[in-house]
């Protein structure tokens, strides 16, 4: 803040950061454990063994299980005091940062204690084993290596994978550092201590028995039986209790899509993954992958529907006219491609279904045969889409616009005109917009966010009663008389529209803004920069821009401008792009969406060059400096709802060279249909974004951190250590 004043915050979480994050306190403490508790335990029972006083404990008016549980409640309270030593660290962030997530860091607290308590378990038992100390403790380091890798074992075959999953350690307190406490992961670590606690007890009892192999080896079973039917039962779906106690709810689901959820009842959702062995992203969609889909996708939606029911389907089929594989694999057929294949992914090629088979099955030709979900409820069908991205899997906002089809919700119908040489929605040439309405590949298309679109020639066709919005997209040839009195008629009738258009162009589309009480100025709008032609223009969007949605995107904006950070903190580049006026007499209530910087732009009038020499600002030629709107929203009550129309001086930002849609144009359509679509899912702002102390004051921690507390340690350790020779 002293040398920015305008400094607010860091605009991202410090609790996650700073204590989980790579570097993490916490996680590099989990991270070392295993170093650390087979030397704490590998001398629990041994040397009791190794002393000799193992026989005056067994002659002792004790019972072996109390002798056990002594000597793991103690371990227990010791390790207590570790968890104490990382409390410190949390106590220290409650005062050096602004509001931190201490239910976040609490949960993680107690992954951490469940987890060294397993440790310890593990170790005590690996100590009743040997009289070896050394042996106990690599026995302990060979046991906690198995129980964190065998998750990753035999993973293609599904009852082991279930097994394996359940008994594997790593991972259990992933949930636990984000903030989630569930009773699958904390009743997995008690049974895990009990499972070894009981083994102890075993053994040690087998020592001072003399009874068959047998009996011990069925005690052992026994028990090992009763902790895999205890984790069964409570890693049932409908038998699993969350709770969610990080600041912001960052591990529960929106509370938007949660009323989507609650709609579903109590009928069966069944959830099928078509995987298409010679589609991108197979590697998710495999078996040795299904917990993690399962996990990362749909426990949250489990969570609050446990009734979901999940289907997988495996085969191998080729696009229509695709002939990649066969240049990469000449001579061979799809059958033998197919087994090259899996083969590479170490898979069985008879777990793929031929193309007959598949096709037979379910028709996939219009999802282009990629990895795909279908959703059914009720008889009802929806595909819900995989994307070639780092992310591959759809997210909130994409499931929840499948539910919203699955339930028969209204889903908003937009219809492009066509006919003047617009931009086509089904065409995929840069100036186009096939990207941003229909693109099923496209994970931010108007189609997947739950929008459905087509094309209306006005000229032949009238518009469909079920019209929710009308988009004029950059018309090249006169509009007829039939098409402007249809839209005229449209607007007139209270429908909402957005119209775009390009500089040239003024004298086509200004007839049906006529009625609004707008207008395309003539000229275009310049703004000439070292690093851009002219013509591109950088526009800031306002507060009305803000308001349009909840994205994620508008919110910030919408947060920076009520802190009043800056007055022009987010930019959208509009390339070629006209200025809009607005008429004495509109209407309409007129508000700018985005506005060009008055010291930086003119609305230069006539035709100049873009590629040669600097452009020059000549008012006698008519060109006028000025902060022009570049994109209004219109606003009126009509037949007992209010009317709403955008206009845009510019058209290629949502072509699909820009794409700029994912920042305004899908808030812009989400306005225009009430905010009804899509289902924003935005997170809560983390208000633990700004540290409290001063330079001094971090120094004094370091030095009080990395010298004196370690030094007081040392010189308390030497006191006891003498104290206890002096005895």
């Not at 119908?413 to 917009?433: D, P, Q, T, W």
């Not at 921690?701 to 010298?707: E, K, L, N, S, T």
Request: charged share 20%.
């Amino acid at each position: 803040m002293t040398n920015n004043p305008k400094f607010r915050d860091l605009g991202f979480a410090l609790t996650p950061s700073m204590f989980l994050g790579l570097n993490g306190i916490l996680v590099n403490a989990l991270g070392n454990l295993y170093l650390f508790v087979p030397l704490l335990t590998m001398g629990l029972i041994s040397r009791e063994v190794n002393t000799g006083t193992i026989k005056l404990l067994y002659s002792s008016p004790v019972k072996i299980r109390q002798i056990v549980m002594g000597k793991y409640l103690a371990t227990m309270i010791y390790n207590l005091l570790l968890v104490g030593i990382l409390a410190i660290f949390v106590v220290l962030g409650f005062f050096n940062i602004r509001a931190l997530d201490y239910g976040l860091l609490l949960s993680a607290l107690l992954g951490f204690y469940l987890l060294v308590c397993a440790y310890a378990a593990i170790g005590m038992f690996m100590s009743s084993l040997t009289t070896y100390q050394i042996v106990s403790a690599i026995s302990t380091f060979l046991v906690i290596f198995i129980l964190t890798q065998v998750g990753t074992l035999w993973q293609k075959y599904d009852f082991v994978r279930d097994l394996t999953y359940f008994l594997s350690i790593n991972g259990r307190t992933f949930k636990l550092l984000l903030g989630l406490i569930t009773t699958k992961d904390v009743t997995y670590f008690v049974v895990i201590v009990g499972m070894f606690v009981c083994f102890t007890a075993i053994k040690l009892r087998s020592g001072c028995e003399s009874k068959p192999w047998y009996v011990s080896a069925s005690r052992y079973l026994a028990v090992f039986a009763i902790v895999l039917t205890i984790g069964y039962v409570t890693s049932r779906p409908a038998l699993i209790v969350y709770w969610d106690i990080s600041a912001t709810q960052r591990n529960t689901l929106h509370p938007n899509t949660q009323k989507i959820v609650k709609q579903f009842g109590k009928e069966p959702l069944e959830i099928t993954l078509y995987s298409n062995l010679l589609a991108p992203g197979l590697k998710n969609t495999l078996p040795e992958n299904r917990n993690d889909y399962l996990s990362t996708v749909w426990e949250q939606y489990v969570r609050f529907k446990p009734d979901i029911t999940f289907k997988y389907v495996y085969y191998y089929k080729l696009n229509k006219g695709d002939s990649a594989y066969y240049k990469s694999f000449p001579h061979k057929s799809l059958k033998q491609i197919a087994e090259n294949i899996a083969n590479g992914f170490d898979t069985r090629a008879s777990l793929f279904e031929t193309p007959e088979a598949i096709t037979k099955q379910i028709d996939l030709s219009d999802e282009h045969y990629h990895s795909v979900m279908q959703l059914k409820y009720k008889g009802r069908t929806t595909f819900l889409r995989t994307f070639n991205d780092p992310q591959f899997w759809p997210d909130e906002m994409l499931i929840a616009a499948a539910f919203k089809r699955l339930l028969q919700h209204p889903m908003p119908k937009i219809y492009y005109v066509s006919g003047n040489l617009e931009r086509g929605i089904y065409k995929a040439g840069e100036r186009e917009y096939q990207l941003h309405s229909i693109e099923k590949s496209y994970r931010n298309s108007l189609l997947n966010l739950g929008f459905d679109a087509d094309t209306l020639s006005l000229d032949h066709q009238d518009i469909p009663s079920d019209a929710s919005t009308l988009v004029l997209a950059d018309p090249k040839t006169e509009l007829s008389g039939t098409v402007q009195n249809k839209i005229k008629d449209y607007l007139a009738a209270g429908g909402n529209m957005l119209i775009l258009s390009k500089p040239g162009k003024q004298s086509i589309v200004n007839p049906v803004l006529k009625d609004l009480g707008v207008r395309y100025m003539p000229g275009t709008v310049v703004e000439p920069t070292v690093y851009e032609m002219p013509q591109m223009v950088n526009a800031f969007l306002t507060i009305n821009a803000a308001n349009l949605a909840d994205d994620d995107m508008m919110i910030r904006l919408r947060e920076d401008r009520k802190e009043k950070i800056t007055t022009d903190s987010l930019r959208m580049l509009m390339p070629g792009v006209m200025a809009i006026a607005t008429e004495p007499n509109c209407p309409f209530t007129v508000k700018p969406i985005a506005v060009t910087t008055a010291s930086r732009t003119w609305l230069k009038q006539g035709v100049f060059a873009t590629d040669s020499a600097q452009i020059v600002y000549d008012p006698k030629k008519g060109d006028v400096r000025g902060a022009y709107s570049t994109i209004v929203q219109l606003t009126r009550k009509i037949n007992n709802k209010e009317q709403r129309i955008i206009v845009s001086g510019d058209a290629d930002f949502l072509s699909n060279s820009r794409v700029q849609g994912d920042l305004v144009g899908v808030p812009m359509l989400s306005w225009l249909h009430y905010n009804k679509f899509p289902s924003y899912t935005p997170g809560s702002k983390p208000k633990d974004n700004l540290i409290l102390i001063s330079p001094a004051v971090a120094n004094a921690q370091i030095i009080a951190f990395v010298w004196v507390i370690p030094a007081l340690v040392l010189i308390l350790g030497a006191v006891l250590l003498m104290r206890r020779k002096r005895k």
